[in-house]
């Protein structure tokens, strides 16, 4: 993981944010939505959250978020949105964020808020966003408030569930030019070809630690400039 600009695409820690994809209860291991490895994912997405809340570097939860009658799911997803178990609904247990990922003060997930296509703020740095489909750009504010937050250039993406919503998400932020880091033991599905192709369109592939280790050098990094200036 690049801390000083090496190349267009290594990404810069002191100018990341976090963005979370879909990491609800609903999704983990015995629910509704069950997606193979989110749960074995999950602690690995909480350490990496608490990383950044140390750092005061921002991060976006995007979340789903399924009307009872289907109409703002994807048409393959109807089906069972309609069905009589809930899935991802609007003030059910199952749509709120996973256990541990957010810390025990913040708020409930504002689900009017987010349907209606709002921020929620949980936190100093800490936000959520719904999407309306696969893509986190898609149809939300999220560039919009990426680029309110100032000069964030880098995002580190981890969640559930690879081949749906993390690689559309990855694939829309780099059309937009952010450099991307992808954790590949802080996300569910993820393959060996997907791997590949990740790395094939300039994304910086890495584990939990790794990314730790260069967060702790950036934080040293800035500490020792600052003592020069």
């Known amino acids: 993981m690049s801390t000083i600009e090496t190349d267009v695409s290594a990404p810069d820690l002191r100018r990341a944010a976090l963005i979370t994809i879909d990491t609800q209860q609903d999704t983990l291991d ?9 749960s074995a994912a999950l602690p690995n ?34 089906e069972l949105v309609r069905g009589r ?10 749509r709120s964020l996973a256990p541990g990922l957010i810390t025990p003060k913040a708020a409930e997930l ?18 959520v966003i ?21 000069a964030i250039d880098s995002l580190v993406f981890v969640g559930c569930n690879f081949p749906n919503c993390p690689r559309a998400s990855i694939y829309e932020a780099s059309e937009r030019d952010y450099r991307i880091a ?7 599905g993820l393959y060996g070809r997907g791997r590949n192709e990740m790395l094939n369109i300039g994304v910086e592939v890495l584990t939990t630690a790794e990314l730790l280790r260069a967060m702790s050098s950036t934080v040293t990094e800035t500490t020792q400039s600052r003592g020069t200036a």
Do not use: M
Request: with cysteine; proline share 9%.
């Open 85 to 94: 178990t809930p899935v991802l609904r609007p003030g059910t247990p199952g």
């Open 130 to 150: 719904y999407k309306p489909r696969w893509g986190a750009f898609f149809c939300t504010p999220l560039e919009d408030h990426l680029r309110s937050l100032g």
């Open 45 to 78: 997405i909480i350490r990496l959250c608490q990383a950044f809340r140390d750092a005061h570097r921002p991060i976006v939860h995007i979340v789903r978020l399924y009307r009872p009658d289907g109409t703002n799911a994807e048409p393959i997803r109807r």
């Open 30 to 38: 015995g629910q509704p939505l069950e997606i193979a490895g989110t």
């Open 110 to 127: 504002d689900d009017d808020l987010l349907l209606a296509g709002g921020i929620q703020q949980l936190g100093e740095d800490e936000f």
């Open 182 to 188: 992808l954790v590949e033991d802080a996300v569910s």
